[in-house]
């Protein structure tokens, strides 16, 4: 299907692909030469979709995955080789600064997205990898999917990811995983928290994905986006204000077009019109 009008008229690097089918929009990491390694045009890439779409009602939900049988391997050693020596010709380390926090706007800008984002995880989901799984909203794994954070026995540390990884499975698991650099497989990511469910071939996965599509689209839209930033702020807010608001959107809601379409499909037994894509 034709991408949507945010995506349509716009020109994206390479290292990503995009397919767009009704209301879900698949984001694929494309260098599978290299276990789709973030580099840093990836990178940039990925937060352009991002951002292009913050606005999109028309896009319901971003589904994450990488080409070639693996999710992503972490950041590109290649890039951080380039890196070294930009910071000797600048004489400061400002270089490898800019590069990961690039990183980590980007990895907050899926956090933060208010579309539901589905990470379908196989092969490596190492380091950068492994942080963006851990900012999706709904992970589905091959139980066989090689996990970790192998940052430390690389000589850097998990800097932009550490506090995502830290709010998915908590601190104690955080620290023994990133401290180890500990390997491990889809069902342990399971049994951490990483994930959500996990199937043990393709076709399982592919038919795991078809049914989570199907239950984000028996949500309303903009009910959707509404709970995501209403879950995101229960982190940072003090709980009176925060639910003395959620009551005022609660009623917005009820009030609205969604509130009185969902109340009358539930009376006359049939699916909302929001179903219908």
């Known amino acids: 299907m034709t991408l949507s ?19 879900i929009l698949t984001l694929w990491l494309n260098r599978p030469e290299s ?3 973030m580099s840093l045009n990836m990178v940039k890439a990925i937060q352009q979709v991002f951002q292009s779409i913050e606005n999109d009602l028309s896009i319901r939900a971003v589904i994450l995955r990488g080409k070639g049988g693996h999710f992503c391997a972490g950041g ?8 070294r020596g930009e910071a000797i010709t600048a004489g400061s380390n ?3 600064v800019d590069f990961n926090r690039q990183f980590g706007h980007m990895i907050e800008q899926v956090d933060q997205s208010p579309q ?20 999706s909203d709904v992970a589905i794994s091959l139980s ?19 506090p995502f990884v ?3 499975i908590g601190l104690t698991q955080a620290r023994r995983l990133a401290l180890l650099g500990s390997r491990f497989d889809g069902e342990m990511a399971y049994t951490l928290g990483v994930v959500h469910e996990v199937v043990s071939d393709q076709g399982g996965l592919d038919a795991l994905l ?3 599509i199907q239950q984000i689209k028996r949500a309303a839209p903009q009910a959707s986006r509404v709970t995501k930033a209403l879950l995101h702020r229960t982190l940072n807010e003090p709980l009176h204000h925060l639910l003395d608001d959620a009551a005022q959107q609660f009623a917005h809601a009820v009030g609205g077009a969604e509130g009185m379409e969902g109340t009358m499909a539930f009376i006359q037994k049939r699916n909302p019109n929001w179903m219908d894509d």
């Open 94 to 96: 400002q270089p490898y």
């Open 76 to 83: 590109d050693i290649k890039d951080m080789a380039q890196l």
């Open 5 to 23: 009008q945010s995506l349509i008229d716009q020109q994206f690097d390479d290292s990503i692909l995009l397919e767009q089918s009704g209301s």
């Open 166 to 168: 830290v709010k998915r």
């Open 210 to 212: 078809v049914e989570t």
């Open 116 to 135: 539901t984002v589905v990470a379908v995880l196989e092969g490596a989901v190492l380091g950068g990898g492994f942080g963006l799984a851990c900012v």
């Open 35 to 37: 276990r789709n390694a």
């Open 144 to 162: 066989h999917a090689k996990f970790g954070l192998p940052e430390t026995g690389l000589g850097v540390i998990p800097a932009q990811i550490s």
